[in-house]
């Protein structure tokens, strides 16, 4: 009993057309025994037409697919063999088995190569779509926007207008939103056009930088904004082959997120490593963190964790800038954060070459 419920267990599991065609198999395989050998081409062409079948059906694994096709040669050659020794067939019917075993092999190998093919289709279509998704998403955002300071501009000007005969300080107010919101226009163009350049795989104007003076010239714009605790330890003497501009950008960004997310008093640490070829640099803030489930985004575009704590939302370019940038350059960037303590993010630029002292 229990030898019978090992022989059906692959039945339960889903194998009955092999075990189907692995009966029939052996019929014909008998048949070809039994019957006048004028006869025995029947059975023979039965046999790998029914392999064929079933693998369409079930489209096995290569291996096991191979497998079937040489089991299926080597029976049905030993037999069309045998019938040729001992019962008259004629020969030329064994030039039939490499010729049929080869068919089968054939219509395997083109099946998986059509299998392989129609996957990479599903995924570049996958890839293409979800790239119209991106830009679609991207063009909304950049257009939201960009609209956004012009209707506020407009907004004012049209309450000017509607007061009759405008204050002095009414028309003080009002130019200082309109100059505000068209910087900030302008600042969003400024980073589109990055943006632009940066998709377009434009190559970056890399020069010889002292990394060292590099960075400290970085540092001294921002280490005056803000009454913030700031920690600066470079060790990286050396000449660093980079765009200054760009990357400088790419820093800069993260340095403003530490300044924006952070108050008075809060920490700003700067750390940085010159090793073989590659500069580190880490800066980290002792800001209120990042959400786990926000960490993930941080880099896309227009993606806004948010508003930063002096209430500025910013146009949610700035990280995903950096990201590019450090990427156009062949290096990464990667940020750890931990609600309530602080984030850290982590440069890691090719190109350097240190100094020894």
């Not at 694994?61 to 497998?67: E, H, L, N």
């Not at 930088?209 to 010239?217: K, M, S, T």
């Not at 489930?293 to 002096?310: C, E, S, W």
Request: aromatic residues 6%; proline residues 4%; charged residues 25%.
């Amino acid at each position: 009993m229990r030898r019978a419920r090992l022989l059906l267990a692959p039945l339960r599991r889903g194998r009955r057309a092999e075990w189907a065609l692995a009966v029939f198999c052996i019929l014909c395989l008998a048949g070809m025994l039994v019957f006048d050998p004028s006869l025995a081409p029947i059975p023979f062409h039965f046999i790998y037409t029914a392999v064929t079948i079933v693998y369409g059906l079930r489209l096995w694994q290569v291996r096991g697919a191979m497998v079937a096709a040489f089991a299926t040669g080597l029976s049905t050659g030993g037999i069309t063999l045998y019938n040729v020794v001992t019962a008259n067939e004629p020969a030329p019917e064994l030039m039939e088995v490499p010729l049929m075993t080869m068919m089968v092999v054939a219509t395997v190998l083109h099946v998986r190569s059509r299998q392989r093919a129609e996957a990479v289709i599903a995924v570049v279509a996958d890839e293409r779509k979800q790239m119209i998704e991106r830009e679609r998403g991207f063009f909304a955002n950049a257009t939201h926007d960009l609209m956004t300071p012009l209707t506020i501009a407009r907004g004012h000007l049209d309450v000017l207008t509607r007061r009759g005969q405008p204050t002095a300080i009414d028309i003080d107010n009002a130019r200082t939103v309109v100059i505000d919101e068209l910087h900030r226009m302008e600042t969003l163009i400024g980073d589109l056009l990055l943006v632009g350049r940066l998709d377009a795989g434009s190559d970056m104007r890399r020069e010889r930088l002292d990394a060292e003076d590099f960075l400290h010239g970085l540092l001294d714009r921002w280490t005056a904004v803000g009454d913030r605790i700031w920690t600066i330890d470079i060790d990286a003497p050396g000449i660093l082959l980079a765009d200054p501009e760009t990357l400088g950008r790419a820093i800069g960004n993260v340095l403003e997120n530490a300044v924006a997310y952070t108050v008075d008093g809060d920490t700003i640490t700067i750390r940085a490593r010159g090793d073989a070829d590659r500069l580190q640099v880490e800066i980290a803030d002792s800001g209120p963190g990042i959400a786990v489930d926000a960490l993930p985004r941080i880099f896309d575009r227009f993606y806004r964790v948010a508003p930063a704590l002096n209430g500025d939302s910013g146009s949610g370019l700035g990280l995903s800038i950096s990201r590019d940038i450090v990427r156009a350059h062949g290096g990464t960037i990667a940020v750890t954060s931990e609600p309530g303590i602080g984030t850290r993010f982590t440069f890691d630029v090719p190109g350097f070459d240190r100094i020894s002292a």
